[in-house]
Structures are given as C-alpha cells and as structure tokens.
C-alpha cells in the first residue's frame, strides 16, 4: 500500500487555498490509505496481544466480523455482476457497466483479517449512503465503511487501548482497562452487521450494547439494557431479540436510516446531498465515536448532542441554502465540500450563543483522526454555516498537507501573536489559524464582489478586512522563521502571493480602517498579557517564560 506523493504544483494550489479536482483526490486517497493502514495495524495489534489484554474470543469475534464483512462485499459484487450482464443484454454487448476502479480495496486474508489495499488513485467522491464514489461509482458498503470518518477515532482509541506501555499493577484498573477496550472492540461486530444488512446477507449474530445503546452506523441505535443482542437479518429486515423483552423489528432504508415502530429505535438521519445528483450527508448525532474519549479540552468546543425534531429542522433550514451560500463565494468553495465531506457531526450550542430559541453563535472543529467530518452546533444561517465549512475545510486540508510533506521542523512552544486567539500559539498553530483565516477572507471578498444585496455586501466586506488583516498580522512570524522546509517555504510562499492579490481589491476604506483598528486592539491586549513589547513586533512572539 503506497501513500500518493504530493506534486509541487499542487502544493502551490493548496498554498493559495485552492486545488483542482486532482489535488483534492490526492488529499482523500491519502486518509483512506492511511485509514485502511491504521485498521491493518489494529488488527495485527490485536492479534500480537497478550491474553491478559485482547482475550482469544475477543481477537476470534473479529476475525468473525472481516468475513461478514467479505460475506458483504461478495453479495455486492455478485448484485454489481448481474447488474452489467443485464446491462449488457438491453444494449446487445454496446454499454458496458463499471463497477470496480477504486482507491481502497480491502482484502481479507486467512491469517486473522489483515487488510490489504491497492487502488488507481481516484478520489472517493463526495459523502454519506452506501459511501463514497469512486469514479463516479459507488464504493461497495463494506469497503466504505472502511472509510467512513467516524471510524477513524474508532481505530485509534482501540490502538491505545492495545498499544499501553504498562500493565496496571492494581488488579481492579486491569479489570477495568480490559472491559473498557472490549467494549471498543465490540464495536466492530456493529459496524460489519450494519454492513451486511446493506447488502442484503442474511445473518443472526450476537451484539453487544455499550452504555445501553447498541449503535448500527448509518442505520440507528437501539436503546436497551439487555447486556447482549441476538440480531437475525433478514431480506432488509432486523430482529433483535432480548431475554425476556419484545423483539424489535427495524427495517433497512436506503441510502441512511431504518425504520421501525418501537420507541426503543433512533433512526439515523442525513441531509440531502449539496447537489441534485449528491448522495445524503450524514448528521451523525448517534455515533459513540463521533467526539474525543479522554482527549484533550479543545478551546471554545462544546460537547455532542442528539438531535430532536425541531433541532433537526432548524439544520435542515440551513443546509438548504448552504450550497448556494458556498457557491457565492466561488465554485472552488462548493467543488472542495463536495470532495471532502463526509458527515457533520452535531455539537451543543455554547452558554450564551442562543437568544429568543434562535442561535446567535457556535462552534465548530476537525478531527485529525476523523478526515471527512465537520463537527459543529447548529448553523445559524446558511451563510453562516459555508463560511464554518470553508473554515473547517481549510484546516482539514492543511492538516492532510502536513501529513503528506514535512513543512517546518518547529518546536511546539506557544509563543506566537495569532490576532483571532487570546492565548499564544505554537508555529503549527499559527500557519493553522492563518490559512484558515486566508481561506475566510477569499470567501468573503468574492461575495462582497459579487452581492446584489447591498447589506450582505457590506457585511461580506466587512469580514474580508478583517480576516485579511488578520493573516497580514500572522505573515511576519510565518514569514521568518529559519525552521522552514523547502516544501514549507514554497508553501508560505504561495500563501504570501495569495494575501497579496487579494489586497488588489481592497475593502472599502471604512472597513478597512475598522480591521486595522481590531487587529491593533488585540495585539496591545495581547502584549499586556504575554509581555510583548508592540513597539518591536518583528515576530510578534512572547519571550520565553512570558
């Protein structure tokens, strides 16, 4: 399995916060390759495991779940085989149905389940349903839920759990780090038999609830307190069954979601695709993986949310529009989210960002782990919501861009003057925060330039001076440091380059001056607190230990 390697020219489009279709599939191949190489050291991991933490039923129950999961891909392979023969007798042998040509194939070996990947490079396009496209084509259910971002923290909680330096010596803490990475592990045998009712394999296994959900990915959750679940498949119908409980029956909906009369099932939900032709993007809100195990506090992030009735419309009013809102901006803007996303992942709206039922503001994140999420509380408005996934995106794209080539040897010592934050930021944090802010400031000025509405106008430019005030304000320490690689240099470069052609069209003089303003207020608040000297802003850096 070979990484793609990122051509100069493309360095530069993404530098300038572009990239054509062909950037932009070498950004999604990368996270899947790297997506199926994590999954590939997961089982392997497992399988090296001492008995003390990964018991042999454990590493047994998921070689079980790799062959439902080739069950899974047969039966698709098999449907897809009709489907040409069949398209082959209406046109007399002239059309020919394509059905493979992927960048991720998943490969079950008899050793256990390692996956192996080959592919041609073409990026899995777009989001949600079965899974991605490739070539236009859909991807078959099992691989895509390979690929499905969400399993991403999946993977890597499971690796940590496999992969701990020491075995606790309190006899009650190994107990527990053993049930905890059980739990996790049984989570696969979820994912495949969600898998293999999309593709129509009949089935009984037993399930394991976590938490008293047992949660299928892209069908729904059963809530329960039944300890195991025998579920039976059956031509798109489920049955679980519990000791002395009602069976319920859920059945299977295309695309995301099943349906069933009890109260006990949540289906899961999607949007309509950003286009006509555009498959259903999922609003996960169901996922035990969607957020952080343990993981660090992220500044100003809320926590996870499951969606209502009425939380569900009001996402659905604002991704209505968002497609046109993006497009506004420019079609690189709508062409990059249908690339690059996958699923939203909902979050609690802020203390103090609601007033009168409606919000006033939000939050929103990436996940390194998770390329292809978007996570964020409910969307204001549209315009509001494409600017948030112009801004995620751009952080998405930087963070596969670091992945793929080294840009800069710095240290990770906060220090540096970002205009946006009142805390200092390392070197990583500070070209993150600019690029995004570049990104923002593209966005708006090319809706400022092409508004009708003159009070939209005048907001959108409003924002495009700030925001390009902003990065004006980070380029100096970007700019000069000596840690820089040649790749990174020619990125920063691009990035300069792009700042510069913006500024040709500047915002209107009462903006403009109101940014520089912002900016200046910041930098001196920022000064008292961290002990920089405004005076002599070269670098715009706190001294070590200020």
Same mark, same amino acid.
């Given at each position: 399995?070979?990484?793609p390697r990122l051509p100069a020219p493309a360095l530069t489009e993404l530098g300038r ?76 042998? !002239? ?103 999309? !593709? ?48 319920? %029956? ?5 695309? %995301? ?77 709508? !062409? ?23 919000s006033t503001g939000g939050c929103s994140a990436t996940r390194k782990e998770a390329f ?17 996934? %112009?801004?995620?995106?751009?952080? $998405? ?56 509405? $003159? ?38 470069? $691009? ?16 903006? !403009? ?28 850096? $706190?001294?070590?230990?200020?």
């Open positions: 399995m070979i990484l916060t572009g990239g054509g279709p062909g950037t932009l599939a070498l950004l999604v191949r990368d996270q899947d390759t790297r997506r199926l190489l994590m999954l590939r050291a997961l089982l392997e991991a497992a399988a090296a495991a001492p008995e003390s933490t990964c018991p042999a039923a454990a590493r047994e129950r998921l070689a079980q779940d790799w062959a439902l999961l080739e069950a899974a891909e047969a039966a698709e392979a098999a449907e897809a085989a009709e489907t040409a023969q069949t398209a082959r007798s209406v046109t007399g042998g !002239a059309g020919r149905a394509e059905v493979t040509g992927n960048g991720g194939r998943a490969e079950v070996a008899g050793n256990g389940g390692r996956p192996e990947a080959t592919g041609d490079g073409r990026p899995a396009d777009a989001t949600g349903g079965g899974g991605p496209r490739v070539g236009g084509h859909r991807l078959p259910a099992a691989r895509a839920a390979l690929l499905r971002p969400l399993l991403g923290p999946w993977v890597q909680r499971c690796l940590r759990g496999l992969g701990s330096a020491h075995t606790p010596a309190d006899a009650a803490e190994r107990e527990r780090h053993r049930r905890e990475l059980g739990a996790d592990l049984a989570h696969f045998s979820a994912v495949a038999a969600a898998v293999a009712a999309r !593709a129509g394999v009949p089935y009984e296994v037993r399930l394991t609830p976590h938490a008293g959900r047992l949660v299928l990915p892209s069908l729904g959750a059963l809530h329960t307190d039944a300890p195991h679940l025998d579920v039976v498949h059956r031509a798109g119908r489920l049955t679980f069954r519990a000791p002395g409980a009602t069976d319920v %029956v859920v059945r299977v909906q295309d695309a %995301v979601g099943a349906w069933s009369a009890s109260r006990q099932w949540t289906s899961a939900y999607a949007l309509p695709g950003l286009s006509a032709d555009g498959a259903p993007l999922p609003l996960d809100d169901l996922d035990p993986y969607r957020t952080v195990h343990g993981g660090p506090h992220y500044y100003g992030l809320s926590g996870p949310v499951t969606l209502d009735d009425g939380e569900r419309k009001r996402w659905l009013q604002a991704w209505s529009g968002t497609a046109d809102a993006l497009r506004l901006g420019g079609e690189q803007r709508l !062409a990059e989210t249908r690339a690059l996303l996958r699923c939203l992942v909902p979050l609690a709206v802020p203390p103090g960002a609601s007033a009168g039922g409606r292809g999420a978007v996570l964020s509380s409910t969307p204001p408005s549209p315009t509001g919501f494409a600017a948030t996934l %112009v801004h995620e995106l751009h952080h $998405a794209k930087l963070t596969v861009l670091a992945e793929m080539v080294t840009l800069h040897h710095s240290d990770g010592r906060a220090r540096y003057f970002a205009p946006w934050r009142p805390d200092p930021r390392p070197y990583d944090g500070l070209l993150q925060g600019a690029y995004s802010h570049l990104a923002l400031a593209d966005y708006f000025q090319r809706r400022a330039l092409t508004g009708t509405d $003159a009070v939209h106008r005048e907001d959108a430019w409003a924002q495009y001076a700030r925001y390009h005030e902003q990065v004006g304000a980070a380029l100096p320490a970007l700019v000069g440091s000596d840690r820089l690689t040649s790749q990174g240099r020619q990125f920063i470069d $691009a990035l300069v380059g792009h700042h510069q052609r913006l500024a040709e069209q500047p915002a209107p003089r009462a903006h !403009a001056f109101r940014a520089r303003e912002y900016v200046r207020a910041a930098r001196r608040l920022w000064a008292q607190r961290h002990g920089l000297d405004v005076r002599h802003p070269r670098d715009w850096a $706190a001294e070590p230990g200020g």
